[in-house]
């Protein structure tokens, strides 16, 4: 009898390692997206007057951590590393308005305290509130050398919507605005390689629609100073 249990168990522990195994060879790849600043398409101010105000980004851990997961059948599972492109998006965007580097902070608290002797420090945070990665295709019937089913690209682009909040040196909320991409998709011009991977050309995209909203809302930031600096002289 004694032996017959060993004899189970060891059939048992045979069968879970080789459950283990197989489960871990199905399991899907996955492809790390990364953050690229080189894929931003970045163009410096054309704005009339330059503003000499100081600029931080509030980059905190909700930021940093804000990912987005897509599973296609026959593609690895992609992860692209949203709130860090929107991250180095804005910090980019305003140093291409502002004409300056950058400072990113943790906290609002972090960047008082590093800056007190700045009386008009300005601080902007931006929220990743959704991305959406919608990739579709239609099957496509060839007669070329046999007959067989070739999937058609009918859509792959992004949408990206992001909340700005403008702050001031104390962490006071001064006002905040919803910027949205809408779909994003890159022009021949961009994907240089027609051999791109179908998840870089994503990752790709992600990098397009975070710059382009950020320079949006660093726009926004520039014109908002100049009219309170213009303001303050009137009064």
């Known amino acids: 009898m004694t032996r017959r249990i060993h004899a189970y168990l060891l059939a048992l522990r045979l069968a879970l390692a080789l459950g283990a195994l197989l ?8 492809v790390e997206g990364k953050l690229d600043p080189t894929l931003f398409l970045r163009s410096q101010a054309a704005l009339d007057a330059t503003v000499n105000a100081q600029v931080a980004v509030i980059a905190d851990v909700s930021l940093k951590q804000f990912k987005y997961e897509h599973e296609k059948r026959g593609h690895p599972r992609l992860v692209i590393p949203v709130g860090q492109v929107v991250e180095a998006a804005a910090c980019a965007a305003l140093s291409d308005v502002f004409g300056r580097s950058v400072v990113q902070y943790p906290s609002s608290e972090a960047a008082a305290e590093v800056n007190r002797s700045i009386p008009h420090l300005t601080l902007v945070a931006p ?12 099957p496509l019937l060839l007669p070329v050398p046999y007959l ?76 908002w100073i100049e009219a309170e600096r213009l303001r303050e002289r009137v009064l």
Do not use: N
């Not at 489960?23 to 996955?30: N, R, Y």
């Not at 999937?151 to 001031?168: G, K, M, S």
């Not at 994503?202 to 710059?211: G, I, N």
């Open 127 to 138: 929220r990743p509130v959704r991305f959406e990665l919608h990739d579709e295709s239609m």
């Open 148 to 223: 067989f089913l070739m999937p058609v690209p009918t859509r792959q682009d992004v949408r990206l919507v992001v909340d700005w909040e403008v702050l001031d040196s104390d962490g006071r909320l001064l006002w905040t605005k919803r910027y949205d991409s809408g779909d994003i998709t890159l022009p021949l011009k961009r994907t240089d390689d027609r051999d791109i991977s179908h998840e870089y050309y994503f990752v790709h995209l992600a990098h397009e629609a975070a710059y382009t909203l950020m320079r949006q809302a660093a726009e926004d930031v520039w014109k």
């Open 23 to 30: 489960v871990a060879g199905c399991a899907t790849p996955v």
